[in-house]
């Protein structure tokens, strides 16, 4: 498997310009782009597979210079946001057609497509054609058919989009878990926090054509950056505070910032522990599937705070109007 780097990357359309000055995906690794619509994800897979030229900068397979290979030999899987198949050709000649291109020996066709339809657990589907599939029945040939030709780079542009969330769920699994039995580089679109989340080896938060975090799911998750990353990935507490010798305070919180001035404090509401006493007033809560989600006051702001029911320290019937609270884990946003 390769590494794939972009370097010094440029590309701009009317009212917007995609920029990223380098990004390295390791050999094997599973990187999610992330960010809301319109920032430039399936734009930055474009370019790594060469059906889109950057207006400047360089794509790199381990040392090797792409940038000016055709996609046809790059070598890589693709499936596309609206993934479509191919729908007057069966499932097997879906996930044949890039091995035929190939003018591959009909037998080993045969036994290629049959290993990538083994993989995706779609054995025996072979003579069916795409309307007599189920959503993600599809899905799965599109993945056969991205991977039937063990490319060096996997690029999947929100493959679970079309889907319901149960499939979607289930599906992500068994991406991730094929993506991990060949050990293949790929880059993953979404802009589906929890997706992100639950397949990323690490996750390249994308905001307005730039690149804004980057990083391991839960070292992203809990330290944040910046704002934008912070309320893209989940329920945030931002607190801006005044520090003073390198502590801000918030009524009974005290947060140890490193430097003076104005700071943002952030913390996630699952660090917010909640205890009887005083300190916090209760506003209002949301009880949840096994979970409780307050809101408290405090020193003039309002804090988020998310238990889970087993580990509240009083009846969820019986929440007091006054409680004290303790940050267990925060970092000062840039
Ligand atoms: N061929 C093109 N010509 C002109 N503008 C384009 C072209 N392709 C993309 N854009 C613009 O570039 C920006 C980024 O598009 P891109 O498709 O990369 O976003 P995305 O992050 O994949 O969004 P989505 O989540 O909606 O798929 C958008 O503003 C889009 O309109
Ligand atoms: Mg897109």
Not at 171 to 199: F, N, P, S, W
Not at 202 to 223: D, F, Q, T, W
Not at 248 to 261: H, I, N, Q, S, V
Request: some cysteine; glycine content about 10%.
């Amino acid at each position: 498997m390769v590494r794939v780097r972009l370097v010094g990357i440029r590309k701009s359309f009317e009212g917007f310009t995609l920029e990223i000055p380098e990004l390295e995906v390791e050999s094997g690794e599973m990187m999610t782009l992330l960010g809301p619509s319109g920032c430039g994800k399936t734009t930055t897979l474009r370019i790594i597979a060469g059906l889109e030229k950057p207006d400047s900068g360089r794509v790199f397979f381990d040392e090797t210079d792409v940038t000016n290979l055709e996609p046809g030999k790059r070598n890589i899987g693709i499936v596309f946001q609206d993934y479509a198949l191919f729908p007057h050709m069966t499932v097997f000649e879906n996930v044949a057609f890039g091995l035929e291109m190939r003018k591959l020996p009909r037998d080993e066709i045969k036994k290629k497509v049959e290993w990538a339809l083994e993989l995706v657990g779609l054995k025996g589907f072979e003579n069916r054609y795409p309307e007599q599939l189920s959503g993600g029945q599809q899905q799965r040939v599109a993945l056969a058919r991205a991977l039937v030709i063990e490319p060096q780079v996997l690029l999947l542009d929100e493959p679970l989009s079309n889907l319901d969330a149960k499939i979607r769920e289930r599906l992500r699994g068994e991406i991730r878990r094929i993506q991990k039995e060949l050990g293949i580089t790929t880059i993953y679109v979404t802009h589906d926090q929890e997706e992100a989340m639950a397949v990323s080896d690490r996750i390249a938060v994308m905001n307005s054509g730039r690149i804004e975090g980057i990083g391991k799911p839960l070292e992203l998750y809990y330290h944040p950056k910046t704002e934008f990353v912070a309320k893209f990935l989940g329920l945030s507490n931002i607190l801006e505070l005044e520090a003073e010798n390198g502590i801000a305070r918030l009524g009974t919180l005290e947060f140890k910032t490193g430097r003076d001035g104005k700071v943002r404090v952030f913390f996630r509401p699952e660090n917010v522990l909640v205890k009887p006493g005083k300190g916090a007033r209760v506003i209002d809560y949301d009880l949840l599937p096994g979970r409780i989600r307050l809101r408290l006051g405090i020193g003039g702001e309002t804090i988020t705070a998310e238990r889970f029911l087993n580990e509240l320290p009083f009846s969820p019937e019986d929440i007091p109007k006054e409680v004290s609270v303790e940050v267990l884990s925060y970092s000062v946003l840039e």
